[in-house]
């Protein structure tokens, strides 16, 4: 089972850019359907954005299509979300997750994610005015 560790989070002003990484140990990676999670302070944990280990394909949340894209560099073992036009809205505790046992068109259907093998601990992004 692989161990996740999310980077990239800090202060940005609205409009801005961040890239958050989300580095992953072990050799199975590839093997592994990521997914990018946000929870925003008194709100639930919602999916963003999330990406197919067999075939790469992706889901996104309707309030990031178009702003956020994710990827992931199997040979480096990392996820990305490279987060642009950034509002306030987007503040939030930012998680990476994996597992095996699904693709990103159903973590986008699926309302409890709690089922979703490996977590990470979350990096902190704050868009300010």
């Known amino acids: 089972q692989v161990q996740l560790v999310e980077s990239g989070g800090g202060l940005v002003q609205a409009g801005g850019s961040l890239r958050l990484s989300c580095a992953a140990s072990?050799?199975?990676?590839?093997?592994?359907?990521m997914g990018w999670f946000r929870q925003a302070p008194g709100k639930e944990r919602e999916l963003v954005a999330a990406i197919s280990w067999s075939d790469s394909s992706t889901y996104y949340a309707d309030s990031v299509k178009g702003r956020f894209t994710i990827s992931r560099d199997n040979a480096k073992n990392t996820l990305y979300l490279l987060m642009n036009s950034l509002k306030l809205e987007d503040t939030a505790v930012y998680f990476c997750?994996?597992?095996?046992?699904?693709?990103?068109?159903?973590?986008?259907?699926?309302?409890?994610?709690?089922?979703?093998?490996?977590w990470g601990q979350g990096t902190l992004v704050t868009v300010s005015s």
């Open positions: 072990g050799r199975t990676f590839s093997s592994y359907t």
């Open positions: 997750a994996a597992d095996r046992d699904t693709t990103a068109q159903t973590m986008g259907v699926t309302e409890d994610h709690r089922y979703l093998e490996v």
